[in-house]
């Protein structure tokens, strides 16, 4: 695929339930990003992998906030016991490597709406 | 730490017209990128325009230009000949050389009128 790509686009959850949130980065990138975005707000750091190594897991709002990138690839955030706070777009960007000269690429976020 | 700050909630601009976002921003690192993004309903960030900070001079992007002016650390968008496909909500973000995570200011939402 061309760009960074995240499924669900929408995900509604009964509080209380966990949620799991795909990131395909680009090819090649070897650095990912969470960011969420709260409503009417601009994205907020969560997390950020160097390949499978998550380096800086300091913007996790709790220990409930869970990021994985097992294979250096594909990223997975899951939020265990989803809280009515959690509620939010989160964002995924990857970049070629972690310098700060290199441009993030976002995908299209995932919109979760927790009841 | 960073901060960025953008006063200007909404702005409004004719079609053809021309418009200018604001931006302020603090840190303390010597070197540093600027960036602005531009974030449409379909909600896919894209990037506009970056500036590094140790370049003097302001860069420009076909209609996006910014006006950087390091000693009051503003880092403004201005947007030529707006179209109706600017339409979109606009956020200014730094990303200090010592770091990686892009601090965003709060954004400003852009109509365009035709």
């Known amino acids: 695929g061309a760009g960074v790509s995240q499924s669900p686009r929408y995900k509604v959850a009964k509080r209380g339930q966990d949620v799991a949130l795909r990131c395909d980065p680009i090819s090649g990138h070897v650095s990912l990003f969470w960011y969420q975005q709260a409503l009417g707000q601009g994205p907020e750091f969560l997390t950020y992998?160097?390949?499978?190594?998550?380096?800086?897991k300091s913007g996790l709002p709790s220990d409930r906030f869970f990021a994985e990138r097992p294979e250096g690839s594909v990223s997975t955030l899951k939020i265990q016991r989803t809280q009515q706070e959690d509620s939010a777009v989160y964002l995924c960007a990857s970049s070629l490597d972690g310098s700060f000269y290199n441009e993030q690429f976002f995908g299209p976020g995932t919109r979760l709406t927790v009841l | 730490a960073q901060t960025v700050t953008q006063s200007q909630p909404e702005m409004s601009v004719q079609e053809a017209e021309t418009v200018t976002l604001s931006c302020t921003y603090d840190t303390s690192e010597s070197d540093y990128y600027l960036f602005w993004y531009k974030q449409p309903p379909s909600r896919q960030m894209i990037l506009v325009i970056r500036?590094?900070?140790?370049?003097?001079q302001n860069a420009t992007e076909n209609r996006f230009s910014v006006n950087f002016q390091k000693a009051a650390k503003s880092f403004s968008l201005k947007i030529s000949d707006s179209q109706l496909g600017d339409a979109a909500m606009y956020f200014c973000?730094?990303?200090?050389?010592?770091?990686?995570?892009?601090?965003f200011g709060k954004g400003t939402s852009l109509l365009v009128t035709p």
């Open positions: 992998f160097q390949n499978e190594a998550q380096l800086d």
């Open positions: 500036q590094e900070a140790y370049k003097q």
């Open positions: 973000a730094c990303l200090s050389n010592s770091g990686y995570a892009l601090n």
